[in-house]
Nanobody
Framework: QVHLVESGGGLVQAGGSLRLACQAS???????????MGWFRQAPGKEREFVAG????????EYKDSVKDRFLISRDVAKNTVYLQMANLKPDDTAVYYCAADKTVVVHKGVDEYDYWGQGTQVTVSS
């Protein structure tokens, strides 16, 4: 029903920045006003974890505490796109970053609370 495609990952040095994008589409072609969008990440051997979330309707945001001062989640309604602007990247940010969506208006932070997932985009931060 919901198709999510991430892009924008790559290799950067510590202190650098990247902007990830998540192109979202819904089978009915209707608005995402009833959805919440999230960014998660998963490093090798680690659990997938919440990074940032956004309520589509009004753009309200939630962040993982450790990225709150460095990352910014946003959306372009006209483009059905969610962004994750990442600044001052650290080696610990290295992970596959996934876009997720759930048909709700409450921003969730749990992996098991999102129904739809993109394929992921790799972010690698060198020391």
């Amino acid at each position: 029903q919901v198709h999510l495609v991430e892009s924008g990952g790559g290799l950067v040095q510590a202190g650098g920045s990247l902007r990830l994008a998540c192109q979202a589409s819904e089978a009915s072609g209707r608005t995402f006003s009833t959805y919440v969008m999230g960014w998660f990440r998963q490093a090798p051997g680690k659990e997938r974890e919440f990074v940032a979330g956004l309520r589509w309707n009004d753009g309200s945001k939630e962040y993982k505490d450790s990225v709150k001062d460095r990352f910014l989640i946003s959306r372009d309604v006209a483009k059905n796109t969610v962004y994750l602007q990442m600044a001052n990247l650290k080696p610990d940010d290295t992970a596959v970053y996934y876009c997720a969506a759930d048909k709700t208006v409450v921003v969730h932070k749990g992996v098991d609370e999102y129904d739809y997932w993109g394929q992921g985009t790799q972010v690698t931060v060198s020391s």
